[in-house]
């Protein structure tokens, strides 16, 4: 379980909790046959409430270092382009990671949640790309991901508006797998779900996000290329002749 921990801030995203994540997910990918599904939750009331204003006066700080413009606009890019780093991480970690959200997930929790595999939320939940009233774009990974998730033209909405979305609305366009009552519920469900996920061979898991992965980003005949070479290289693995071994020793109790 990895939980933001911010919870006086409503888990805003500092430059130190960027760290935090960046260590977090480099733990998990230590532990790479140990940490079978992760749970991506939070402290508190809220999930995040987007990124902390320190972080766009720090943004404007480190630019700002070199006297040339041209080199500040590079300093700028490079902090951004580790931000995004950082927010993909759960869908780069090996194992599904499963965000449980509750209260508020605003701008950059957009962005980290839509990086995750799965999604759950308390129905007191509310959802907002937010940056539209900052006058900013969202550049986390959002607008990249949200379409494959609700759709060109919901993500589009989302992203023009900035509106809220509850719980109920976020599990009828697909934000969400389902919602739960209350945090309690959700923690379970979240615990319940990654157990469930943990249970299967890890290879395969591994195999199948990575193939979701490569798919959506890619057409359907070059995804099924992908597997096929996926399944040379992977198929064969102690995991699958454990399983067939199980069945054989089932199948011959039946004949007694």
Same mark, same amino acid.
């Given at each position: 379980?990895?939980?933001?921990?911010?919870?006086?801030?409503?888990?805003?995203?500092?430059?130190?909790?960027?760290?935090? #994540?960046?260590?977090? !997910?480099? &733990? *998990?990918?230590?532990?790479? =046959?140990?940490?079978?599904?992760? @749970?991506? /939750? $939070?402290?508190?009331?809220?999930?995040?409430?987007?990124?902390?204003?320190?972080?766009?006066?720090?943004?404007?700080?480190?630019?700002?270092?070199?006297?040339?413009?041209?080199?500040?606009?590079?300093?700028?890019?490079? #902090?951004?382009?580790? !931000?995004? &780093? *950082?927010?993909?991480?759960? =869908?780069?970690?090996?194992?599904? @990671?499963? /965000? $449980?959200?509750?209260?508020?997930?605003?701008?950059?929790?957009?962005?980290?949640?839509?990086?995750?595999?799965?999604?759950?939320?308390?129905?007191?939940?509310?959802?907002?790309?937010?940056?539209?009233?900052?006058?900013?774009?969202?550049?986390?990974?959002?607008?990249?991901?949200?379409?494959?998730?609700?759709?060109?033209?919901?993500?589009?909405?989302?992203?023009?508006?900035?509106?809220?979305?509850?719980?109920?609305?976020?599990?009828?366009?697909?934000?969400?797998?389902?919602?739960?009552?209350?945090?309690?519920?959700?923690?379970?469900?979240?615990?319940?779900?990654?157990?469930?996920?943990?249970?299967?061979?890890?290879?395969?898991?591994?195999?199948?996000?990575?193939?979701?992965?490569?798919?959506?980003?890619?057409?359907?005949?070059?995804?099924?290329?992908?597997?096929?070479?996926?399944?040379?290289?992977?198929?064969?693995?102690?995991?699958?002749?454990?399983?067939?071994?199980?069945?054989?020793?089932?199948?011959?109790?039946?004949?007694?």
């Amino acid at each position: 379980r990895v939980a933001l921990n911010r919870p006086k801030k409503y888990n805003s995203i500092s430059m130190a909790l960027f760290e935090d #994540i960046e260590e977090a !997910f480099s &733990r *998990i990918d230590a532990a790479r =046959e140990a940490v079978r599904c992760v @749970v991506l /939750a $939070a402290e508190g009331p809220h999930f995040c409430a987007g990124i902390d204003v320190g972080v766009l006066a720090a943004l404007r700080q480190l630019a700002g270092a070199e006297t040339c413009p041209s080199r500040q606009r590079e300093n700028l890019a490079r #902090i951004v382009a580790r !931000f995004q &780093r *950082i927010a993909t991480l759960p =869908e780069r970690c090996h194992a599904p @990671v499963i /965000a $449980a959200t509750q209260g508020m997930c605003i701008g950059a929790g957009v962005d980290l949640i839509s990086a995750c595999d799965l999604r759950l939320c308390t129905t007191d939940s509310v959802f907002s790309v937010k940056e539209i009233d900052l006058a900013i774009v969202a550049d986390l990974g959002t607008l990249q991901r949200l379409p494959a998730i609700v759709g060109e033209q919901r993500a589009r909405e989302l992203a023009y508006t900035g509106r809220n979305v509850s719980g109920a609305e976020a599990k009828d366009i697909g934000l969400v797998l389902e919602t739960c009552d209350g945090a309690e519920a959700l923690e379970a469900r979240a615990t319940e779900l990654a157990a469930s996920i943990a249970a299967k061979s890890t290879v395969a898991v591994r195999g199948i996000k990575a193939n979701m992965n490569y798919s959506r980003d890619h057409s359907s005949e070059e995804g099924l290329d992908y597997v096929v070479r996926w399944n040379a290289a992977h198929l064969i693995s102690e995991d699958l002749d454990n399983l067939v071994r199980q069945l054989a020793k089932a199948h011959a109790k039946k004949k007694q």
